[in-house]
């Protein structure tokens, strides 16, 4: 079983970063594809970003693309989310999801993902 914590959440200015890290346990993530999803009060859980085992392969959404970038550190079994030039409309609670499925493909919807963090909020402040 996999246990995945997110950290680094808070309340940030428009226009500024925030690092969100996700820290796994119980087994190592080498051979996962680890994505973000985030959550906006009242609306779905929504792709951010993937990726792949080997850091070979990202996908962004459109939303985030050329401002947050994804990355991992399979040594310490963590994956992070650098957020930049932040938006309002990225107030969400940011979720870590781990893919144990071996795959060319990146996982952009919810199913494809079987391990889920508890969530970070992140607020953005106008």
């Known amino acids: 079983q996999v246990q995945l914590v997110e950290s680094g959440g808070g309340l940030v200015q428009a226009g500024g970063s925030l690092r969100l890290s996700c820290a796994a346990s119980?087994?190592?993530?080498?051979?996962?594809?680890m994505g973000w999803f985030r959550q906006a009060p009242g609306k779905g859980r929504e792709f951010v970003t993937a990726i792949s085992w080997n850091s070979g392969s990202t996908a962004y959404a459109d939303s985030v693309k050329g401002r947050f970038a994804v990355s991992r550190d399979n040594a310490k079994n963590t994956v992070y989310l650098q957020m930049n030039s932040l938006k309002p409309e990225d107030t969400a609670v940011y979720y870590c999801?781990?893919?144990?499925?071996?795959?060319?493909?990146?996982?952009?919807?919810?199913?494809?993902?079987?391990?889920w963090g508890q969530g970070t909020q992140v607020t953005v402040s106008s």
């Open positions: 999801a781990a893919d144990r499925n071996l795959s060319l493909r990146l996982g952009v919807t919810l199913k494809e993902y079987q391990y």
């Open positions: 119980g087994r190592t993530l080498s051979t996962y594809t």
